[in-house]
């Protein structure tokens, strides 16, 4: 069974900045795709940022320019470094691990950007 574990949310102001981190249990190959996805209340879970294995990105136009998907392969994690942050970013960040067709999916961690 794979965990995925997150850390590094919490209350911030508008422009300020947070640093999300997800590690993977550890399994012989890394993760094809890790990525954070995000929920605000009333509305549907919608992908912020992947990041594949072979180094490649892709990024929601909502944060395009002010968010950075990063990761680890040795150490299996995913970071997010997320800049300017708007009051509209908040919501539920969920981390994830996809091998082959199979997605894994973190806790959820809590990011609430004051205006």
């Known amino acids: 069974q794979v965990q995925l574990v997150e850390s590094g949310g919490g209350l911030v102001q508008a422009g300020g900045s947070l640093r999300l981190s997800c590690a993977a249990s550890?399994?012989?190959?890394?993760?094809?795709?890790m990525g954070w996805h995000r929920q605000a209340p009333g509305k549907q879970r919608e992908l912020v940022a992947t990041?594949?294995?072979?180094?490649?990105?892709n990024y929601a136009d909502s944060v395009k320019g002010r968010f950075t998907i990063s990761r680890d392969n040795a150490k299996d994690t995913v970071y997010l470094q997320m800049n300017s942050l708007k009051p509209e970013d908040t919501a539920v960040y969920y981390c994830?691990?996809?091998?082959?067709?199979?997605?894994?999916w973190g806790q959820g961690t809590q990011v609430t950007v004051s205006s």
């Open positions: 994830s691990a996809t091998w082959g067709t199979t997605k894994y």
């Open positions: 990041s594949t294995s072979g180094g490649g990105t």
């Open positions: 550890r399994r012989m190959l890394s993760p094809n795709v």
